[in-house]
């Protein structure tokens, strides 16, 4: 079965400083894996995925995350932090055997950034 | 570009009502789902659909129906709505585009109290 797990439920780090908002997940299969992030009173918005390939992952807002198959991690990094980074952020997981129809959401990370 | 689209964004029933919730793309997504967020529980996927006339069970199907006669909609019943279904609904709908690597775009979701 497939799981997802944010050990943290909330990181707090200063303007400027980098940030990392872990990630776990199993599936029995190769993964499709997700980052979101979700503004007050809005819907979670698509940051990057992982597919295939280079481990390190590039996508919006300066973010990145960096997969390891051997630790089953995708965990979410910001070279420096802004306030506005301060969101509820989620990881994902579809695993590619399924035919992708379902994703595992992790339970969400607060994140609070102080200026 | 109004992308997933969800009404209304508040409501407050009594025990045992019933009404539905409705979402709304225009992406030409075939992949459409309804999950609800709980506190500390990241989203659940209550129904999902791969495309017009099909719907299927996700995770938390029980005391919800759902339709999808159009492609650009889906739709959400409580047909006796219950205090346990007290929560934020959120729609999302996904391209099957790359084996289902795709991200989900969501509505900034229904806010339900039942009563």
């Known amino acids: 079965a497939q799981s997802v797990a944010q050990p943290e439920d909330q990181v707090n780090v200063a303007e400027g400083n980098p940030l990392t908002v872990k990630c776990t997940y199993s599936v029995s299969g190769n993964p499709y894996l997700f980052w979101y992030v979700q503004y007050p009173n809005r819907g979670l918005q698509f940051l990057l995925k992982y597919i295939t390939g280079d481990n390190l992952v590039k996508g919006s807002y300066g973010f990145e995350a960096e997969f390891n198959k051997s630790q089953t991690s995708f965990h979410l990094k910001k070279p420096s932090a802004l306030v506005s980074d301060s969101a509820l952020y989620f990881c994902?997981?579809?695993?590619?055997?399924?035919?992708?129809?379902?994703?595992?959401f992790g339970a969400g990370t607060r994140l609070f950034v102080k200026a | 570009n109004a992308g997933v689209t969800q009404t209304p964004k508040f409501r407050v029933l009594k025990t045992g009502q019933s009404m539905t919730l409705l979402c709304a793309q225009d992406?030409?997504?075939?992949?459409m789902y309804w999950y609800r967020q709980d506190p500390g529980m990241g989203l659940r996927l209550i129904h999902y659909?791969?495309?017009?006339?099909?719907?299927a069970k996700g995770e938390v199907p029980d005391g919800y129906n759902v339709s999808r006669l159009k492609k650009q909609n889906f739709l959400l019943g409580l047909e006796s709505a219950a205090p346990s279904q007290t929560s934020v609904y959120f729609c999302a709908s996904s391209s099957p585009g790359g084996g289902s690597n795709q991200p989900q775009h969501f509505g900034d979701g229904t806010r339900l109290s039942i009563l």
């Open positions: 994902a997981v579809r695993d590619q055997g399924t035919g992708g129809f379902k994703t595992i």
């Open positions: 659909s791969v495309g017009e006339g099909t719907t």
């Open positions: 992406m030409n997504h075939e992949y």
